[in-house]
């Protein structure tokens, strides 16, 4: 199976971007759909976005056109490039794998998950 690892979180000022990183051990991100979800307290799991095996991506609905994600399959990494952030975007930010082929919007069809990397946004 494997494990993810996210990198890449902070505090920056509204405005302000960061890069997000995940790194795969023990399988490829190839092999998996690789999502990208984030989790405010007090709030649900939401979806930010995926690239399936193929490498399509699509994103959850609210994330306009601030976030992208990429793959890096030399580096076995996936990455979510965050910009002109918000507010309310703090979050702690997960990358997740999952077996089918497609992935889904839903964290729950996700098998394996990081731990979090905490990005705050600052006003």
């Known amino acids: 199976q494997v494990r993810l690892v996210e990198s890449g979180g902070g505090l920056v000022q509204a405005g302000g971007s960061l890069r997000l990183s995940c790194l795969a051990s023990?399988?490829?991100?190839?092999?998996?759909?690789m999502g990208w979800f984030r989790q405010a307290p007090g709030k649900e799991r939401e979806f930010v976005g995926r690239?399936?095996?193929?490498?399509?991506?699509y994103y959850g609905d609210s994330m306009k056109d601030r976030f992208a994600i990429s793959r890096d399959n030399a580096k076995n990494m996936v990455h979510l490039q965050m910009n002109n952030l918000e507010p309310e975007d703090t979050a702690v930010y997960y990358c997740?794998?999952?077996?089918?082929?497609?992935?889904?919007?839903?964290?729950?069809?996700?098998?394996?998950w990081g731990q979090g990397t905490q990005v705050t946004v600052s006003s």
């Open positions: 023990g399988g490829a991100v190839s092999d998996y759909a």
């Open positions: 690239i399936i095996r193929s490498g399509p991506i």
């Open positions: 997740a794998a999952d077996e089918a082929p497609y992935g889904s919007r839903r964290a729950e069809t996700y098998e394996y």
